[in-house]
């Protein structure tokens, strides 16, 4: 089963490496990552995407905290929780098909964040089903280039933890 | 007061504690070894090599419980220690290891003995450290400590830029550490420890199985305790050993791939089982699923990844085993008197002796060819069990683990999870370098002791009169066992065509040479050994090339499905060049 973990941690240098050591060392797989700084520069929070059984989920929950520079690790899978990603698409539809896309890039609420005269790079943010289904339509069309940030996910209020 | 970076590593390190440092100089650490020279509180032992300078403060820990301490430059120093640090790190030995580093602005720049020593022992270390700043050095130097000694125990690395030795700082002495990201659990849950009570109560084939997690947390009096209250039969894993005493009639010795028959039987037959700082290696195990198939399982382990990594468990307590090891008994004390337990465990304990009197630990005594097993046992009954044994990786360590009964903790130095060769003789200088009086035996293989041999130079120089009992049957002999069992007798490179005549070595150093081979001379060579006191011995004991370690699992079989020595097929021997 996929689980989204949330990884507190100190904002020093070689932690993303401590904790991407950890997974591949003993062999389990990150689908995504993404860290940033917390309002407090000197942490960091990380979200990790991974997929495993329960024993492996558990085993990775127990390593992480392991480590000395993690403070806090959460298995958002199993509280409610809200995930976001993000995504950037360069299409290069054909003159007819401009309109279409904009059309669809409007019903996704995304936003044309940069234009040229071939080619519209669009923004969407979304959980990934609206992710996907952005880019399934956006294929027919032509995509040039695509970027994703990886998942970051955050519990919902009065969620216990 | 305002330090040198390299004052600063030696006033903490006297603040930690620190007697001996194991170490070997380069050009970026001469700011710390200049200061060495003439200090008067920490003595350096200069090994030979820096691999044994790591295992030296490994043995130096296992024998103390103090962290052991090295010192090496940067490059080709650092990564030299990499196998002492992962040797250390699987058996949650507390070392300290201070690597020199190139100066920072020389880091990333592929500088003269640059290497990335953070980022290679990342994996096998418990936390490691490079210092950018003169003014972290005296946190970071006591955070390592505090992390290497407490919890489940393990190797920590400081990277020392030599710029950081030499920048002036004000030295602080932090009074504590506070990590918010490291708090050890040291308490076992108060419910689970009545859960794991109350099913010792209601087991009628209960069995203890005791790891190194039981020397490290000092908990023997409380397992022997336990034991004798509750009349449970206690086997002790290779790391474990020593944590109960071998001689005790409730002793079983070691479990799995070469444990003791009796001790797998129990385990397999148990309606209980009680895993104190153990972790169930496979070598324990054997085929996960067919291990322990009756048994309740009562997991007591300090680090919580260790519970349910590799078996079920059904009642896991994460704490410091002498905690909680205190809270099941005192539990059962309220509970039920002493007498009603020698009743319940009476069938089984006739059980097991029964399981002993089939199969006891035994070979086939030899009046011209002179057994391993022994000189294993001679070696014991010698010393009358009263000293420190260290041992190398292989049948010598299966050999020693079985006739060389311990009553005491922190006398058995062995590399049971990473297994390296080449351990025993640099541990055991470690150790009667922290004992100068006790007898120190490293129980070696020929193939094993010539991967540290170098340190033999070492134990000349500082008069420290490490035994070393070589079982030399000019083989990789655990390798050749599986090969001779395994792969149809095909004794691909595992025989040693060159062995050095080690008396010669061990003159050529200036240590005793001593060498036995007839059976008749075993007894007087390890008297004479042992009558040394101011140099290393070598004993060169010529034995049985064909003897094996008997019980064996195979490979992937479950830990009841052994084979013993009188049930080897027909002698084929195949014609091998005969040793000497």
Known sequence: ?161 | MKMLGAQIVIECLKREGVKHIFGYPGGVVLNIFDLLYDDRDIQVILTRHEQGAVHAADGYARSTGKPGVALVTSGPGATNTVTGIATAYMDSIPIVVFSGQVPTMLIGNDAFQEADIVGITRPCTKHNYLVKDVKDLARIIREAFHIATTGRPGPVLIDLPKDVTSDKTQFVWPESVSLRGYNPKYEGNRWMIKQAAHAIQKAKRAVIVAGGGVIHSDATKELKELAEFTQIPVIMTLMGLGAFPGTHKLALGMPGMHGSYYANMAIQNSDLLIAVGMRFDDRVTGRIKDFAPEAKIIHIDIDPSSIRKNVRVDIPIVGDAKRVLKGILNVLKEEKEKNQWDEIRKAWLKQINRWKKEHPLTYEYDENVIKPQFVVEKLYELTKGDAIVATEVGQNQMWAAQFFKLNRPRSWLTSGGLGTMGYGFPAAMGAQVAHPNKTVIDIAGDGSIQMNIQELATCVTYKLPVKVAILNNRYLGMVRQWQELFYRERYSYSHLDTVPDFVKVAEAYGAVGLRAEHPSEVEPVIREALKVKDRPVFMDFIVDWKEKVFPMVPAGAAIHEMIFGEEKRPKKEKKLRAVK
């Open chain 1, 1 to 161: 089963m996929r689980h989204t973990i949330s990884v507190l941690v100190e904002n020093k240098f070689g932690v993303l490496s401590r904790v991407a050591g950890l997974f591949s060392g003993r062999g389990y797989n990150i689908e995504s990552l993404s860290v940033g700084e917390t309002i407090d520069p000197q942490l960091s929070i990380m979200t990790i995407v991974t997929t495993g059984d329960d024993q492996i989920i558990e085993q990775i929950t127990k390593q992480l905290n392991k480590l000395i520079d993690v403070i806090k690790v959460v298995d958002l899978t199993e509280i409610d929780h809200v995930e976001r990603e993000m995504v950037l698409v360069k299409v290069a539809p054909k003159q007819e098909d401009k309109a279409e896309v904009l059309r669809l890039t409007e019903i996704f609420r995304g936003r044309v964040v940069d234009s040229s005269p071939r080619t519209y790079t669009v923004e969407i943010t979304g959980d990934e089903r609206k992710i996907e289904a952005f880019v399934e339509l956006m294929k027919p069309f032509g995509i040039k280039e695509f970027v994703r940030t990886g998942k970051i996910a955050i519990a919902r209020e009065g969620v216990k933890r």
